[in-house]
């Protein structure tokens, strides 16, 4: 929550619209209506129980050739590497499409590179590396779209390769032989916003069939761990994969469930993002990623038990090391606080954490954040952006100045030699300032319904679990309330970091808890009249259910 944001309506609701829907919860008929599902018929289709899509993954571009190229290899016994990424994505995709193929009979390995002697994408060491140990054919999942000249070398020295990635596409291809990406201009296939896994699922249907939706589980945390759009197809794939987690998680993701305090037939989107993919990336942070594909390619629980306690160890060394570097960050920050793009640049940053305190950043200024590590020379970094400044796009702009590029709309990684940085930071702020209003710089609250607390039940928050699961591009639903009285307000957990208060109710009070928010406390005060912006949730303890409100926001009242 920053100083200033913007809380806009959604949709005004038009009250006739229940007539229509009779048999829905009021709440959430509202929501849905606010977000254009208005109709009977789009609404029995959303709430229907989850199916697989059933896209033909043939239409992705150059998928044929892939497969054509695959067969082959199959045939000829010829050793495959199936090259990932050291992101929660990047080992899903990975463990799928090995087991994939060596459900087929495929002598195949799996390389994920090290995030800090490789770093991301194909690299000339490793490519000459793998066709000395004997590979004819290299699959990059969740990678390798802008890796032009390590193609290139790989093709010269005799091993084919087959790019399998989800990334922005840029102007020329590598040119190998298959590059199988939603996002180029050329796709047939009717949704371009997969995952890295999600393309890897794809190309795993073409060669099992129905049997690759063994995998739904792995699609479904890369899904939500890599912040893609739930929408559309991906809210299918996760909707099923999700099933998968409660019922028939592999012994992987089952012991990483248990590890993170998980109850597996209760499994969430929300246990997903903030549980299970926080852990799977500590491994490539903090460690070598091959440690969380190792997890998910565990064949037994018993051998997947210690691997992912040590995840859970390496998460807690994560999040106290960036709480650190994040207060660093901030303090190398404050010379420029009003910029349209934040900048941090220091040799002391930890090269897999640079993205989360981007994200801090990014986050706390709603600005632009670039946050980079000095060694050898060049800056490792990463970039999070805001709604209107297309990031990718941005470094594109810069391509002269950078080693090496790639990401998505809102997130991206870069290595920048260090004589560039004030030619680099000059052109993006630049940038920015044709792209980005000052509106533009003002976060907004997408609110779905304005409700009064007299309305909401216990029974509200499992009415809305329906519209599930929730992530980037179809968050929880945001209800707010305005005129409410304050009861109580306390800060509760380590530092009073959290906010905890008890407002009026017709019949009594409910408790609101905020997390992050807990500076707030000092702002408000018993008696107090308030408008919230929340998520009802519900709260049990000692076996008795109640309603709770997850504060999103909260402000005097309007």
Same mark, same amino acid.
């Given at each position: 929550m920053t100083d200033r944001e913007r809380w806009v309506l959604r949709r005004r609701y038009d009250e006739g619209f229940q007539l229509s829907v009779p048999w829905l919860d009021p709440i959430l008929a509202r929501i849905l209506y606010a977000r254009h599902i208005d109709s009977p018929a789009s609404i029995h289709q959303y709430l229907a129980p989850p199916e697989a899509p059933s896209s033909d993954?043939?239409?992705?571009?150059?998928?044929?050739?892939?497969?054509?190229?695959?067969?082959?290899?199959?045939?000829?016994?010829?050793?495959?590497?199936?090259?990932?990424?050291?992101?929660?994505?990047?080992?899903?995709?990975?463990?799928?499409?090995?087991?994939?193929?060596?459900?087929?009979?495929?002598?195949?390995?799996? %390389?994920?590179?090290?995030?800090?002697?490789?770093?991301?994408?194909?690299?000339?060491?490793?490519?000459?590396?793998? %066709?000395?140990?004997?590979?004819r054919l290299l699959i990059t999942v969740d990678c390798g779209i802008r890796s032009y000249t390590e193609v290139a070398l790989a093709r010269a020295?005799?091993?084919?390769?087959?790019?399998?990635?989800?990334?922005?596409?840029?102007?020329?291809?590598?040119?190998?032989?298959?590059?199988?990406?939603?996002?180029?201009?050329?796709?047939?296939?009717?949704?371009?916003?997969?995952?890295?896994?999600?393309?890897?699922?794809?190309?795993?249907?073409?060669?099992?069939?129905?049997?690759?939706?063994?995998?739904?589980?792995?699609?479904?945390?890369?899904?939500?761990?890599?912040?893609?759009?739930?929408?559309?197809?991906?809210?299918?794939?996760?909707?099923?994969?999700?099933?998968?987690?409660?019922?028939?998680?592999?012994?992987?993701?089952?012991?990483?469930?248990q590890a993170a305090g998980v109850v597996?037939?209760?499994?969430?989107?929300?246990?997903?993002?903030?549980?299970?993919?926080?852990?799977?990336?500590?491994?490539?942070?903090?460690?070598?990623?091959?440690?969380?594909?190792?997890?998910?390619?565990?064949?037994?629980?018993?051998?997947?038990?210690?691997?992912?306690?040590?995840?859970?160890?390496?998460?807690?060394?994560?999040?106290?090391?960036l709480e650190q570097q994040c207060h660093q960050a901030r303090q190398l920050l404050a010379p420029q606080p009003d910029d349209l793009c934040l900048f941090v640049a220091a040799e002391g940053l930890h090269q897999g954490l640079v993205g989360l305190i981007a994200s801090r950043l990014c986050e706390e200024h709603y600005r632009p954040a670039f946050v980079m590590t000095a060694s050898d020379g060049a800056y490792t970094g990463s970039a999070r952006s805001i709604e209107g400044f297309h990031v990718t796009r941005a470094l594109e702009g810069c391509a002269d100045l950078l080693l090496r590029f790639g990401g998505h709309e809102a997130a991206a990684g870069f290595t920048l030699p260090v004589d560039n940085y004030d030619v680099f930071a000059s052109r993006l702020l630049a940038q920015a300032a044709d792209a980005l209003s000052d509106q533009d710089l003002v976060p907004s609250r997408r609110v779905d319904a304005i409700v009064s607390l007299g309305e909401l039940s216990v029974q509200t928050p499992l009415a809305l679990d329906a519209l599930g699961p929730f992530g980037e591009g179809h968050p929880e639903p945001l209800l707010a309330s305005?005129?409410?009285?304050?009861?109580?307000?306390?800060?509760?957990?380590?530092?009073?970091?959290?906010?905890?208060?008890?407002?009026?109710?017709?019949?009594?009070?409910?408790?609101?808890?905020?997390?992050?928010?807990?500076?707030?406390?000092?702002?408000?005060?018993?008696?107090?009249?308030?408008?919230?912006?929340?998520?009802?949730e519900v709260d049990t303890y000692n076996g008795n259910a109640s309603l709770q409100l997850s504060l999103v926001s909260m402000r005097p009242a309007q």
């Open positions: 993954p043939l239409m992705l571009p150059d998928m044929p050739l892939a497969v054509e190229r695959i067969e082959a290899a199959l045939a000829a016994d010829e050793q495959i590497v199936v090259y990932g990424d050291f992101d929660a994505d990047g080992m899903c995709a990975t463990a799928l499409l090995v087991s994939a193929l060596r459900r087929r009979g495929a002598r195949v390995k799996a %390389y994920i590179p090290d995030r800090f002697d490789e770093g991301y994408g194909l690299n000339a060491a490793a490519v000459e590396s793998i %066709y000395a140990e004997g590979a020295i005799g091993l084919e390769v087959i790019i399998t990635d989800h990334h922005s596409v840029p102007d020329a291809l590598p040119p190998a032989n298959a590059v199988v990406d939603p996002k180029r201009p050329d796709s047939r296939y009717p949704f371009s916003e997969l995952s890295g896994t999600g393309v890897a699922y794809a190309l795993a249907q073409t060669l099992l069939g129905s049997a690759a939706e063994e995998y739904l589980d792995l699609v479904a945390v890369a899904t939500v761990a890599d912040i893609v759009p739930l929408c559309d197809e991906n809210r299918a794939l996760v909707r099923v994969g999700l099933e998968r987690l409660r019922h028939q998680p592999r012994p992987g993701l089952a012991a990483l469930m597996a037939e209760q499994a969430r989107s929300s246990d997903v993002a903030f549980r299970l993919a926080p852990r799977l990336n500590a491994a490539g942070r903090l460690a070598n990623a091959r440690l969380g594909y190792d997890l998910l390619a565990s064949e037994t629980i018993d051998e997947a038990r210690p691997l992912a306690a040590e995840l859970d160890a390496l998460n807690q060394k994560r999040q106290e090391l305005r005129g409410v009285v304050i009861r109580e307000v306390r800060r509760m957990g380590r530092d009073g970091r959290h906010l905890r208060l008890r407002v009026s109710h017709d019949n009594g009070s409910i408790k609101c808890v905020g997390w992050g928010m807990g500076a707030l406390g000092e702002q408000y005060a018993a008696g107090q009249c308030v408008d919230l912006l929340y998520s009802p």
